[in-house]
């Protein structure tokens, strides 16, 4: 997550509204690193989500880990307030939820998404 808000501050500096003043500001130096930097991380981040390094799990009780689960919890946004007993009610009756995983974190969802058939 740090990677990604990183390269969005660079992307504000480098492509905001104000640019010629943001540019006035900066150094050409300073611009090119940030440059540099845009792109570096811009490469890092498509290596790093490439398909072949994630895959798609399901996330349920019976065969999810503790963490996998508290981190759904913990990062829910669409729920508020949501508990571990409140999402295993919730996982039942066609309702399905989704991981994806990067395959150096198999614990922690990058995302997740509720299903429901």
Do not use: C, M
Not at 9 to 18: A, G, P
């Amino acid at each position: 997550r740090g990677v990604v808000e990183l390269r969005q501050d660079i992307s504000t500096v480098l492509t905001s509204k104000n640019q010629q003043e943001q540019k006035r500001k900066l150094s050409p130096g300073a611009i090119s690193a940030l440059t540099e930097a845009d792109t570096a991380t811009s490469k890092w981040l498509g290596q790093f989500y490439a398909h072949d390094q994630v895959v798609l799990r399901p996330i349920n009780f019976a065969t999810s880990s503790t963490a996998t689960i508290e981190a759904v919890v913990d990062r829910e946004k669409v729920l508020s307030s949501v508990t571990i007993d409140n999402l295993k009610s919730r996982l039942s009756n066609g309702r399905y939820l989704y991981g994806l995983f990067h395959k150096d974190i198999p614990e922690d969802p990058l995302v997740f998404v509720h299903i429901v058939l």
